[in-house]
């Protein structure tokens, strides 16, 4: 409403301007230009004044606005950049660890193979052993019962240690094979075991 007064006032004072041209008045035309002028300078103190200090401070929030926006972008550029180099480290990493996984997988495989080797050896004795043993067995038992000579086992590899039970009498045996030779050893033995059956 103050706008539509100002613009009221500014066309009155074109019609008195236009009149007193027509009238050819100089010193009233001077008079009206000088009003003229002195409204459009209080016109422009109240209008175009507050708009250009509007505009300032716009300009001036819109630039540090902008500066933010600047300075957030170069924050955001150096996370990126540690966010690629931590990308990149990892990635090395889990390249590290992948070759580390195959190569114990590898190892892996390595010992399972290993494994059913052994399994495969270890029935193979098994049989063997089932065989042997039993015969060994059954031989150490013929001695026992021709001989009648007790062996004991727990002795060093170069001492024969054992009782012979004969029909009377029980006689301890103790050679040391390293000062006898094989012969003499044997010998020794036979003698224990009775020839009359």
Known sequence: MAQSHKFQDLE???????S????????????????HQA???KLNKRLVTPILKDMSQVEEAVGQRLMDMEEEKNLMEEELQILEDQLRKSSAKSQMTDSELQFLQRELESLRIDEDELEVLRSEVDEDTTEVIPSAVYVSQLYHVITRIK????????VLKGVHYGPDLATPINLDTCSLSP????????SFVSTEW
């Open 12 to 18: 009155e004072t074109g019609d008195v301007l236009v």
């Open 39 to 41: 409204l459009f300078d």
């Open 151 to 158: 062996w004991e086992y727990d002795t060093p590899p170069n």
């Open 183 to 190: 012969c003499e050893v044997s010998d020794q033995l036979w």
């Open 20 to 35: 007193f041209i027509k009238s050819s008045q100089p010193e009233k035309l001077i008079q009206v230009n000088e009003e």
